[in-house]
């Protein structure tokens, strides 16, 4: 059974930093891309960024460049999302999820490629 549990949200005021986790278990997360979305109140679910499977190239959406990056580190079987410079903007849900077995991640990022989700953390980003 997968399971992905997203941690490292949080308040933080603006032009701060988080880190978020998912953490895998039912899956060996290095043969598959992982992605993370966000979603806020009353807006659909968005891509942030996508890391591949194989050569684990990344994609961010545009609103990210700049400012959030994603990495991997298979020994603990957990992907990050680092996010710099934060804006009120980028309040919402966050969540991660595995999607296809060998894929190589593309802009834009659908949220229908990816089949196992995580529940999601709050990030808000408030003074």
């Known amino acids: 059974q997968v399971q992905l549990v997203e941690s490292g949200g949080g308040l933080v005021q603006p032009g701060g930093s988080l880190r978020l986790s998912c953490a895998a278990s039912?899956?060996?997360?290095?043969?598959?891309?992982v992605a993370w979305f966000r979603q806020a109140p009353g807006q659909e679910r968005e891509g942030v960024s996508c890391v591949s499977s194989g050569d684990f190239s990344t994609v961010l959406a545009d609103a990210a460049k700049g400012r959030f990056a994603i990495s991997r580190d298979n020994a603990k079987n957990t992907v990050y999302l680092q996010m710099d410079s934060l804006k009120p903007e980028d309040t919402a849900v966050y969540y991660c999820a595995v999607g296809p077995k060998g894929w190589i991640c593309q802009d834009p990022i659908f949220p229908l490629f990816f089949e196992y989700w995580g529940r999601g953390t709050q990030v808000t980003v408030s003074s």
């Open positions: 039912g899956v060996t997360l290095d043969y598959y891309a």
